[in-house]
């Protein structure tokens, strides 16, 4: 066992798997020599060589491309995107290509790729580094989606990702990769030394995609949440006093419906939390999963909580980023419907 | 079994590393005056060479020299260095306020500042840039309040953009300055389609893309030039070949090609590769590219080299990734020394008047800083008003948005 950040959760995941798979390799924009601008790839290059972590050029669409065909080749390629919000050039290669290729060829030729991406606001990016896209993937049949919470989560889900047959999206919230953030911005940064889940096995292990954690047992309002809103909820609960039961979700698609079913079954009321935009967003499909399946045992509407329907500001960037205090407001509201 | 040896990946590497003595010494630099100026007629085709050289025209005794020479007299030539100069102290003292928590993030243009001050003297109004996160050159050449330029950056009460863009990704209509993309590229397509426009409407305006050497690899870059090469768009499409991509060495998005110029060869547009830090072979180079384009010629590529003394932002320390004395051994120079120097060489400038000239213009500078702030900065405040943040996201707030606005209790 050793403390990590999630950046170093997520390093050790890559070395991991390098390590114990010759056919892992992992490019994008600066991850060769410098080790990515988040330094979750530092140390692979001089480790593994250059043929197996390298530099590419300034193309979206070239990185998911290339590993499209490296993975369509046979070997597993685990590659980053700069920031969640360079993606698009790319989202072609992911939506028409590697999300049907296994499909359209009949199991043929299978796609199993992760493609990295720092994901979410918090650090005063403005609009092109503060996104949360996770739901344009969740749309897409064929690919799998995953967001993990902490540094224990993180290197579990990437080697699961990694060594899955699929192609994955993993999501990482950078506001999260130096501690876990209560949403509470002006006060002092926890680092995850003092986290439990900063605690991470040296060893390999996987946490399973399409497996729910519950972060907190709660009796009265089930809080559907994932990223770097599941400890702004968890600090929302402990300040409002709510006796919320807390799910982290792990991974969006698949999606551990059962966990959901079962703790709504139990509290018979449901806010759901994230921090991307509202419309069409994840936890629209959460809602309409929610409605379908435990309609008769809630006792209340449910209620999301989400980033407003506009590009993520600079300035204002507080009062969009829904905070402890939105998330209190909503589970307060939520046990005093009838 | 194969009859041929296994196949291994070939990844580039640059040739000098942190610790490692850079020596440039083997990098060609042509010299001063040899390149010929061709008609702005001429076909791609036949100045091929011209993508492969590097236009200068000041030599290394501060003399300027050759058929691109003598296209500015002693007045513009000095306007010339006190834009850049300007250009310096502003980002010293941007770059500091952000260090002093000021603001969130700065990027400075150290070293390159010749490219975007003496393009834009080849503008006129009408004409509009499509630039980078990294020309601010384009609009402290012109008449745009710095002011203005520092309110955004601080994203204050008086932000011209309301505190909604990051800083430096300045806009502006009026100055020819197109709002900035923090996605690398995108405007390098649209500033075609913006010279598209003019055609079609018969109008005598021109656009100028701007683009890092790093980010030719996206699409948007590719697609501009086969739009400009097909529609003979009135567009100069420039490349800023300053070496570096954040940690990443220019040959890793030029693969095995000479030069980034040369790009432009496969599509029939004609090519240059200019000094970068001369700014009169910018200039030169600039007015040649944007008389093609008002004359209904079409588009031009411009590769102008030069050197990222700076680390790419304030997010970043490029010494983790380069050499220390990289920029030093750097063989193009300064572009603000050079500069100097012609003037002395040409009679009209001194050490003295440099100097004054520098200690007018940080002061000019530290007086714009001091007027912002009155109006706050990132961290301090006062912005615009929160509830502003949900207009112009739709000409017309719809219903769903105004709701959340009243949710969020504006």
Known sequence: ?338 | MSDTPPLSLYVPEPEFRPGDKPDFSNVPIPQAGAAMMPPVDVDAGEIRDLAYTIIRVMNREGEAVGPWADMLDDDQLKEGLEDMLRVRAFDVRMTMAQRQGKTSFYMQCLGEEAIACAFSKVLKPGDMNFPTYRQQGLLLSTDYPMVDMINQIYSNAADPLMGRQLPIMYSSKEHGFFTISGNLATQFMQGVGWAMASAIKGDTKIATSWIGEGSTAENDFHAGLVFASTYRAPVVLNIVNNQWAISTFQGIARGGAATFASRGLGFGIPSLRVDGNDYLAVYAVAKWAAERARRGLGPTLIEHVTYRIGAHSTSDDPSAYRAKEESTSWPLGDPVERLKEHLIKRGVWSDAQHHQMKEMLEAQVAEAQKQAEKNGTLHDGPHSSAATMFDDVYKEMPLHLRRQRQEAGF
């Open chain 1, 1 to 338: 066992m050793s403390r990590m950040t999630m950046i170093q959760a997520i390093r050790n995941a890559m070395d991991t798997a390098m390590g114990r798979d010759d056919n892992v390799v992992v490019f994008g924009e600066d991850v060769g020599f410098f080790g990515g601008v988040f330094r979750c790839t530092q140390g692979l290059q001089e480790k593994y060589g250059r043929h197996r972590c390298f530099d590419t050029p300034i193309s979206e669409t070239g990185i998911v491309g290339a590993a499209v065909g490296m993975a369509a080749y046979g070997i597993r390629p685990c590659v980053e995107i700069q920031f969640a919000d360079y993606v698009y050039p790319g989202y072609d290669q992911i939506v028409s290509e590697a999300a049907r290729i296994r499909y359209r060829s009949n199991n043929d030729f299978t796609v199993p790729m992760v493609v990295r991406m720092p994901t979410g606001g918090g650090i005063f990016g403005g609009q092109t580094h503060s996104q949360s896209p996770e739901a344009v993937f969740a749309h897409v049949s064929g690919i799998k989606t995953v967001i993990p919470s902490n540094p224990y989560d993180a290197k579990g889900l990437l080697l699961a990702s990694i060594e899955d047959d699929d192609p994955v999206m993993f999501l990482e919230p950078k506001r999260l990769y130096n501690g876990p953030f209560d949403g509470h911005h002006d006060r002092p940064v926890t680092p995850w030394s003092k986290h439990e889940l900063g605690e991470v096995p040296d060893d390999h292990y996987t946490v399973p995609l399409g497996k729910a954690a519950i972060r907190r047992e709660g009796a009265d309002v089930t809080v559907l949440v994932y990223g770097t809103m599941v400890h702004v909820a968890e600090t929302a609960a402990q300040e409002t006093g709510v006796d919320a039961e807390i799910i982290d979700l792990r991974t969006l698609l698949p999606l551990d419906m059962e966990a959901i079913e079962e703790s709504i079954k139990k509290t018979g009321r449901c806010v759901i939390v994230h921090e991307a935009t509202r419309t069409c967003g994840y936890g629209a499909e959460l809602a309409a999963i929610v409605a379908e399946n435990c309609f008769y045992h809630l006792e209340a509407p449910v209620i999301r909580v989400t980033g407003y329907d506009l590009p993520y500001p600079h300035a204002h960037e507080w009062y969009y980023f829904p905070g402890p205090k939105r998330v209190g407001d909503a589970l307060k509201k939520v046990m005093e419907a009838a």
